[in-house]
């Protein structure tokens, strides 16, 4: 594996596994910075191998090929949480500098493990338990209520290894699978939520910490369709607690990197405006596209400066509001001419395109506006990224 | 020479002849927009080169080799206004897509050509005169009061080939090489100016444009140290009617792609505020690197939007004031702990690297901060800048 070109001055190499729309979208910083970076990359036509000039094509679930990647690395990162841990302890095992740490990064992988982890902490979480079989999901929806929301421990994304569930026989297949791999399901109460939110903090290894404003997510068939920046209308107190909450999970995780918490806006507890988390993601976060054109330090550039533990930038928004809407792959796949046409509609959108071919309901690019009319800005965004899918077309 | 890699949807390639920071700045624009950039680079360690997977090693005054690099693109531009005459008519002959037009480069490219045409556009230039012996320096200086400035028409840029002489005798050497190319020197009056000034503007084939504000420029040793945006204190008659020459430039010269249009802010005329036109550029320029984080749509990006007839975006700036300060190479080779106690001191500074061996004098990157408090700005601008130089210590 050739090694990346090293930029004069002492600037270093960032490695990333996975080549995904969040590794590209660091290309553009790392360029601005000043810093290399080399993408090991699942396909050379991947989202990130395109925009990046040192994209060793290979499987980050073999070990040796990962390590041989990470040999030319100062340090190494994530695009996605699907490292399996015995790739992860080799690299550790041979030195290599990993950010997040895989002791950290298992409460990303595991969701057994993060609700054990937060409950601990006394993070608010929803009420939960680990089953291994039938009798143990209808004990637990008879207690919390139907329907309860089952979930694999690992490899879920997008709404994946999420499900909600009336009763345990719709669960055979998945305990039967669990069984056969040890793993057990986490179950969860269907928690009945005002509005999701999202908390972005970055924390670098020297401990520093910055947090952006908490957002609010919309998701449509489990996947990240809006996000508004800062959330609307949220209590102050709310907000503090979420932020807090963030932070201290990064501090006591020692996550380091972005570090993504995904909350639910549940009724106010005893007067008090109250969240439960719901996920946990140790890497760059859909819920933080906002931040590339709406604040002063994006999440990717902060995420760069944070895994190379360089001084963290300002999180200051630029405007008073900025909406983020995804484009997901529609029936269209020739892109440019409504691409254009957004484009022509409203200078004020920022367009991101990810170079990925189009498949039905993939993310495969998203807008951003920012200004001062909320509603404003919403409509044009979903505009933007509708038609440039094709569900909207006049 | 293999041919970039296309993103699927039907995104074009941009080609950029020159792989310097201008093309090195179009990469992150490039990859949020999704179009693929190809470069014809000087090195394989040119600055672009080390952020661009597709950059052919080429030389740009072979025609040969140029068309060959441009066979693979959809549009060529470039990163410097030295590609030679007979070469740009082979690309426009074999039918390569040129933004901007070698007839409307021309004007960039020889500045007795730009000099005729803005006068015959009634566009305000200082006293001029095109000269070929020492009798004519003489007769010029007389008139107009020395010293002069003398210019070769070609060639010149970062202050090169530009000489402020006080006798015709200075120019013995210069005389004799344009009298042996054929090509006579420019002379021009030394223009008592308050300050200097420019505006970038960005002209799409279509002909649709977009201004950013008109900016103040600070010039240490003919090279670009400091930029104000907005130019603190403008008369607004003055800004306007600047803006307005260069949009009318722009069009009269069928220029596409972004314009820099330099000036020098002179004595009121008739109670009414003044400029004279210094020089132009035809590609994105040093006075706009402002807008890389101060405007909602950076020039880097304006630009690939202009040379693909793509609409263009706002030029909103983001906040009250951005000042941007050249990094200059100093006798610090290793520059990645000063540039880290830069970012450690201020989490508002926008710090950008080139990727560039250090040469004292030579632009290596440059800082961007905004906010509302100008002199404070202006402080921590030159601090940052300064200090990754190497020529502030503290």
Redo the contacts between chains.
């Keep these: 594996m050739t090694s990346p ?1 090293r ?6 190499v960032v490695g990333i596994i996975g080549g995904g729309q969040l590794a ?2 660091c ?8 810093v ?1 970076l080399s993408v090991l990359a699942e396909a ?2 991947a989202s990130a ?5 040192s ?1 060793p094509v290979g499987d980050h679930t073999e070990a040796e090929e990962v390590h041989a990647f990470a040999q030319h690395c100062d340090v190494v990162t994530f695009d996605h949480e699907h490292v399996p841990p015995h790739v992860l302890d080799l690299l550790v095992a041979e030195g290599v500098e990993l950010h997040p740490h895989p002791a950290a990064l298992r409460f990303a992988q595991d969701k057994l493990a993060m609700r054990e982890r937060l409950t601990g902490l006394g993070v608010p979480c929803p009420r939960w338990v680990r089953t291994d079989t039938a009798a143990d999901v209808t004990a637990f929806g008879d207690a919390v209520g139907w329907p309860v929301v089952a979930k694999t421990p690992r490899g879920g994304y997008d709404g994946k290894g999420v499900r909600v569930v009336a009763d345990a026989g719709e669960l055979t297949a998945w305990l039967e699978r669990a069984a056969s791999e040890g793993s057990g399901l986490l179950l969860e109460e269907r928690v009945s939520f005002r509005r999701e939110l999202a908390v972005l903090v970055a924390r670098s290894p020297s401990g520093q910490a ?1 947090a952006w404003p908490v957002v609010e997510t919309v998701q449509t068939d489990g996947i990240c369709t809006e996000v508004i920046a800062p959330a609307p209308g949220l209590d102050a107190g709310l907000s503090a607690d979420a932020v807090h909450a963030a932070l201290r999970v990064a501090g006591e995780l020692d996550v380091t990197g972005v570090l993504a918490v995904e909350l639910f806006e549940v009724e106010a507890v005893d007067g008090r405006a109250s969240f439960v988390v719901n996920e946990l993601a140790m890497r760059p976060h859909n819920s933080g596209h906002w931040s ?2 709406g604040a ?2 994006g999440q990717f550039e902060q995420h760069l ?1 944070a895994v190379l533990d ?5 999180p ?1 928004p ?2 008073r509001w900025t909406v983020m809407a995804n484009v997901l792959g529609g029936e269209l ?5 409504a ?2 046409h957004v ?2 509609r409203d ?2 959108a ?9 498949r039905p309901g993939r993310k ?2 998203h807008v951003n506006i ?1 200004g001062d009319d909320l509603a404003d800005l919403r409509e044009r965004a979903a505009h933007a990224a509708g038609y440039i899918q094709g569900v909207v077309t006049e």
Tied chains: 1, 2.
């Design positions: 070109r930029a004069p001055g002492g600037f270093p590209r979208m290309a553009g910083p790392a360029a601005e910075l000043g290399t050379d036509d191998a395109l925009v990046v000039p994209s910055a590339m054109d002063v330090t400066r360089l001084p963290l930038g300002s200051r630029h405007d796949p020739d892109l440019y001419p691409y254009r484009m022509a200078p004020e920022k367009v991101h395109m990810y170079g990925k071919g189009v495969i690019g920012s």
